[in-house]
């Protein structure tokens, strides 16, 4: 697994991740509570866009991809702070995944609002 995108840290955290398989790639959303996966199509050297939503009065955190919702996510609460929002890199999880994603990433825009 690489890291896509880490937020928050101890009791409150999430951690989204890729996996590469054949011809595939599988988007994983995991809390501290639950774990959801998504297969998607491999898209290739194209890049793609990557919106990630968190709503704190639903708790659901969305993931899509190029537009288009994949994975809804119910993960409750999400405690983090701007700075504790990682793209690509990962400072929380110890188990199961690299410290970085190995492929490109740009035009990056955070957005953390109380």
């Known amino acids: 697994l690489e890291p896509l995108i880490t937020m928050g840290q101890q009791s409150y ?4 991740s890729i996996e590469h398989l ?17 297969e998607i199509e491999d898209p290739g050297p194209k890049p793609v866009g990557i919106h ?13 991809i190029d537009g ?24 929380i999880e110890v188990n199961g995944a690299v ?4 492929g490109r990433i740009y035009g990056v825009r955070t957005i953390v609002t109380a």
Do not use: C, W
């Not at 955290?13 to 989204?16: L, P, W």
């Open 99 to 102: 410290g970085r994603f190995t």
């Open 22 to 38: 054949r011809g595939k790639l599988r988007i994983v959303s995991r809390s501290d509570t639950s774990t959801m996966a998504q």
């Open 13 to 16: 955290r999430h951690f989204i």
């Open 68 to 91: 288009k919702e994949i994975l809804a996510h119910d993960i409750g609460i999400l405690v983090t702070a701007p700075a504790q929002v990682t793209v690509g890199e990962n400072r």
């Open 52 to 64: 990630v939503t968190y709503s704190p009065e639903s708790g659901k955190l969305t993931i899509a």
